[in-house]
Structure formats: structure tokens, C-alpha cells
């Protein structure tokens, strides 16, 4: 009789162990939320680096917002200042921090939005709010401000910090 006790114990041992373990390992593996706010702060981190770095090569001199949108404005332009629900119009340019040009208002056309709706990347959107009609500026987007982490199935691959040269050609209320 103590046998026919004993293999149902183990046998229940055994199966409360494997569940045990297995529960662990899922909290190993889950990713918790405090986990994707240190990665996203570090890779954060690496892009602005990056930028630093640019711009220090190239010796430029560029001022960073509280997002971390760099910008510089080439002309100040003398029209009215660009604000929210202008619908604005831009001559671009775009490149990759290497260098590499991916679209330009020449080809592509000029670029008109509604400021303030999106539908253009989060940083032109911040961006265009610092200038005027008439307006010629450089914006360096890293790419929590441009196209995040998967591109833009085009032309930008992943993770792209953009560069962005503008000119503000038309403004209207």
C-alpha cells in the first residue's frame, strides 16, 4: 500500500515542480515596462550622442530643444511667425546623418500641412513653430522626433537620424 502512495506523491511532486519552474521562467523573459523605459532612455541616449558627434566633425553650431531637436536657423525670413493651424509650405531637403539624400522638394514637391494635425514627423512639426515666412533653417531630427524605430518603408531605414533643410515659402491662417 505505501507504494501505491508514493508514485502518485512523486508524480504530483514532480508536475507541481515543472509548473513552478515554468512560471518562473515567464517572469524572467516578461519584459516589464520599467525594462522598455531603459532601453528607449538608452537608445535615446546613443542618438544624441550621435548628433553631438556630427556636429562637433563638422563644427557646427546648433541649439537643442527640451525633445531633442536640434536646429539651427540660416535666415530669419520677415514674415509672420508660423503657428499652430497655419497651413505652411516648405522647399526641403532631407538626408541621413551620413550624408546620404533621400528627398528633396525638387523632385518630390514642396511639402504643405496644416501645423499643428501631423502627418509629417513630430520634429518638422516642432521645428517650423521656431520660424517665419520666409525663413531658411536646418533641423536635425534624431528618430523619436523623425520616423522611430522601423523608417519609413522607403527611403529611411530604422532608427534614421534625419537632417532636414527648410524654407518657409508660403504661410496662411
Known amino acids: 500500500m505505501l507504494k501505491s502512495l508514493i508514485v502518485p506523491f512523486l508524480l504530483l511532486l514532480v508536475f507541481t515542480s515543472c509548473k513552478t519552474q515554468k512560471k518562473e521562467r515567464a517572469k524572467k ?32 553650431d546648433f541649439t537643442e530643444t527640451q525633445t531633442g531637436l536640434w536646429y539651427k536657423i540660416d535666415d530669419e525670413g520677415n514674415g509672420a511667425l508660423v503657428k499652430k493651424g497655419n497651413i505652411i509650405r516648405l522647399s526641403y531637403d ?8 533621400v528627398y528633396a522638394s525638387k523632385e518630390d514637391g514642396n511639402k504643405e500641412f496644416k501645423v499643428g494635425q501631423g502627418g509629417v514627423e513630430s520634429g ?48 496662411k491662417e
Open 124 to 171: 518638422l512639426e516642432e521645428g517650423v513653430l521656431l520660424l517665419r515666412k520666409g525663413s531658411k533653417a536646418q533641423f536635425i531630427m534624431p528618430p523619436h522626433l523623425a520616423h522611430g524605430l522601423v523608417g519609413d518603408d522607403d527611403e529611411i531605414p530604422p532608427r534614421a537620424t534625419i537632417i532636414y533643410h527648410v524654407e518657409v515659402l508660403e504661410l
Open 94 to 101: 532631407v538626408s541621413l546623418l551620413d550624408g546620404t539624400r
Open 29 to 60: 523573459q516578461r519584459i516589464t515596462t520599467e525594462d522598455l523605459i531603459s532601453a528607449n532612455r538608452y537608445m535615446v541616449g546613443q542618438d544624441a550622442a550621435a548628433i553631438k558627434s556630427y556636429l562637433e566633425r563638422h563644427e557646427l
